[in-house]
Nanobody, 123 residues
């Protein structure tokens, strides 16, 4: 059962911008924290940005903090990642992550992942 769906990936030249979106399925009532991860070819998945339900954001590095912005629309159970001044090193599959999801049936999911969206930055 798919709970999170990402979109917005694509091919962009270095210096360009992309905005990724993540939307939870309709069976999700509320979500605690949301985050974006990425996995570059041959590397482990790493956290890029994290946003609590209280609005506190954390970024993986100063470089990412200066170029990426994570946001969410709690009413829509959606999260976004605005990426600016992209670099070839940002290439990878970007995954949306959510924890402590409450479904419309009252059950709680510990964690959910999206299927990923490819971001390719050419030099």
């Amino acid at each position: 059962q798919v709970h999170l769906v990402e979109s917005g990936g694509g091919l962009v030249q270095a210096g360009g911008s992309l905005t990724l979106s993540c939307t939870a399925s309709k069976d999700i009532y509320t979500i605690n924290h949301m985050a974006w991860y990425r996995q570059a070819p041959g590397k482990e998945r790493e956290m890029v940005a994290h946003l609590t339900n209280g609005g506190i954001s954390t970024y993986a590095s100063a470089s990412i903090k200066g170029r990426f912005t994570i946001s969410r629309d709690s009413a829509k159970n959606s999260a976004y990642l605005q990426m600016r001044n992209l670099e070839p090193e940002d290439t990878g599959v970007y995954y949306c992550n959510a924890d402590r999801l409450l479904t419309t049936r009252g059950s709680e999911l510990f964690e959910a992942w999206g299927q990923g969206t490819q971001v390719t930055v050419s030099s």
